[in-house]
Structure formats: structure tokens, C-alpha cells
């Protein structure tokens, strides 16, 4: 597998072919952070486009210091930002499961397991989409994305302890708004 370093200097040498293999590399991952984070399939295909398109006309200004895929997260969630400021708003988030790739519990033998398994992950998805914007985008990274701390910190700009204290806040009020909803435990 060629890397990062290696499709870029093929990149600025001319070859369009290293660009292309890194929209495949990353397409997916990018625009399932930005659904994520934005709740919006359309909008989620957008910036991706976008992101891989702005990318593209100021590689040159790459300067490797962090990798590829960091750079272009910035790219990406800061058109996520400039959207949301335009239309001045939290859009809900929709789905949450469907574009992970996460695993599916098999309820076939357990009818009223999938079904309230199915309302759980409606709360779920509600509350998360309820989140401060910056709340939501640190548990996507986190929790969906898989980062940790100091990865984190790279992409959003800020410090580890920073992302450890917000990480907290946002997991307490995700709880506190799915816990009504929740099996009470015996």
C-alpha cells in the first residue's frame, strides 16, 4: 500500500492518478464524519466534494507537518462551519447507524429486543443531534471516528486537556438526555 507521503509527491509531480487514490482512501471515512456531524446526506455529500476540491487547489500549501486525512478534517469542518452559519442553525441529526459500518445486533430471536434496541438508538440519535455543535463534532470523532486525544486535538485546533474536559461535558449531557429513555435496571 502506497502512503500518504508518497501519493502526495506523486501529486505535486504531476500525477493526477495520486490525488484520485486518495479521494478513494478517505471519500468514505470524510463523508460519514460530516453526515455525522451535520445529520444531512445531501449536505454531507457537498462539503465532501468540496473539501476534496479545496484540497486539491492549495496542495501545494500542504505542508505535511500532520497527516493527510487532518488536514483535509479541517478543510472539511471548516465549510461544516461556514454552512451552519449560513443557515443559522442546528440541522437534527437524522441517521447515525446506517453509514458507520457499525455492527448490528441480531435480534431475529428476539422480536421486542430489536424493537426497543430500534427506539434506544432513536433516542440516541434525537439527543446527539440536540448536542451544542461542538459537543457532537468531539463524539464523533471520538466515538465513531475512533481518535484519540491528541489526534483529536490536532484536527480541532486545541489542547489535549481541553478535548478530555469537552469530551466529558459532551458525554454527560448525551446521557442525561437518553436517560429517561433508557431500561431502568432492576
Known sequence: MVSD????ARVLAGDV???EELVRKYQSRLF???FHVLGNVHDAEELTQEAFLKAWSH???FRQAS????????IAMNLVATRRRLRRGNAPLEIF???TGSTVTDHRNNPSGFLESEEICQQVREALGKLPP???EILVLREIEGLDYRAIAEVLGIPVNTVRSRLFRARMELRDRVAPFLPKEV
Open 134 to 136: 461542538a459537543y457532537r
Open 32 to 34: 460519514n464524519t460530516i
Open 97 to 99: 447507524g446506517e453509514q
Open 5 to 8: 507521503g508518497e501519493l502526495l
Open 17 to 19: 492518478g495520486g490525488f
Open 59 to 61: 496542495l501545494a500549501e
Open 67 to 74: 497527516s493527510f486525512y487532518t488536514w483535509l478534517y479541517r
